[in-house]
């Protein structure tokens, strides 16, 4: 069986190959660099991340690039405010942006940047003056003239029949053909950042970039186009017109869309006060690790409503699966092999793929190994688990992980990344007793815990209970947690 996506230019459920080849040409829209990343584009870049993992394990060979949106209004804004150049401005925060998608281990597409391609996109609006597509009005603005792309509208399905050239509706100040005509390149306006270019000085509107970069890189006509929901209409539609107009091919061929977030069932804003930065959720003492696994939870179609409970959930889901590939990696099994468990392996592998070709369906994939712990936790408390049924259910489990990405314990050191940061932006209040116990956890090495393990263990054997009490509890304020295990003591990070 194929991967089968849901295609919105076809608003179908397709079959997916790669248009050439073997390789798969994805193209995703990056982020606007003007403030921290919330959880609402993260949950985007997961689903995008989720679909570049499963391609990768299909696999499909993968070239994914992804732009950084660097000039725009409020960009242009908010750095004028701030009394600092375009580019001071968002290098802040485009870094930030990486450190954040590192933490929830999304993995790096190649980048492009707006303000490295902007002769590119001169070319190109003049490449598109010529075909008749785009005109220029008197301030030095360009304007993409949509009476000429008749299929415009054919992604956000909306009508614009009757729309025609000429209809002066609600002409606004640049004097527009037509009200529906969008912005290919704004002309400088005082104390703005604008670029000299063949076509005058001025600055790329918002849509131009994508098709300009996405096609310069991948190619005129691609396999993918991925972004949040609210890019359906106008910028996509907008990406297709300029691109479509430009060459005479298709542009991308499937278009893949993440459904937006709601918090505590209401959409995010910052006036209802459920606005969350990635970072604002670490300072409360939130893994990373949870955080991808619970915005990873509902297939990306579906609507995710991110909660505390369902962030407790993730959390507790996550400490499960850990423990579990704790369990298989540490227990001493004897040599041989169950049929039953290496069954239990096999279809829960098939399990998961299915359900990842059936549309990314991550919450089935989910389902499929929480089946198999339940069922090979209990073969493991009685005894059933050989050695090459350990191997088997970890390969199940490292098939899972590839994709979810939330097996590796490595929050604390990207929490505490993240508290030195408010530290160094005098945000320290910020920092929760929750992250402050939890980064205690990090303080020791896992050599040291292991030493002290050691201690409490021969302090036991010679009975002398009071003194391996206290290493436990010593430990135990440090943020270590201590099992007793049929296999031995077990220790992890709280
Ligand atoms: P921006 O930085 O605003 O350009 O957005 C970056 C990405 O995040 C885009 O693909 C948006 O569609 C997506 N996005 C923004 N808000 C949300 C949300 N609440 N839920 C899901 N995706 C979002
Ligand atoms: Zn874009």
Redesign the pocket.
Known sequence: MPLRLFNTLSAKIEDFRPLQNNEVRMYT????VYDYG?I??F???IAVDILRRYLRQSGYKLRHVMNI?DVDDKIIRNSAQAGVGVQQYTAKYEKAFLEDAAALNIEQPQLVRATEHIDEMADFIAHLVEKGFAYRTEDGSYYFRIAKFPAYGKLSKKDFAGMEDGARVDVDEYEKDNARDFALWKAPKPGEASWQSKIGPGRPASHIECSVMSMHELGESFDLHA?????IFPHHENEIAQSESATGKPFAHFWFH?R??LVEGEK?SKSLGNFHTLRDLVLKGHKPSSIRYLLASVPYRNQLNFTDDGLQQATASVERLRNFQGRLMTGKFSEGLNPGIAKLAGETSDRIRAAFDDDLNTAQAQGAIFDMVRAANAAIDSGAIQKADAFALLTTLNQFDEIFAVLKDDDAPKMQRIADWAKAEGREKNITPELQNLLKSNELSDEQVNQKIEQMKAARAAKKFADSDAIRAELTAQGILIEQTKEGVRWRRK
Request: glycine share 20%.
């Open positions: 829209c990056g982020p606007t919330h609402g584009n949950r985007t870049f949106t972004g949040g929901e609210d890019l993440a937006f977030l995010m």
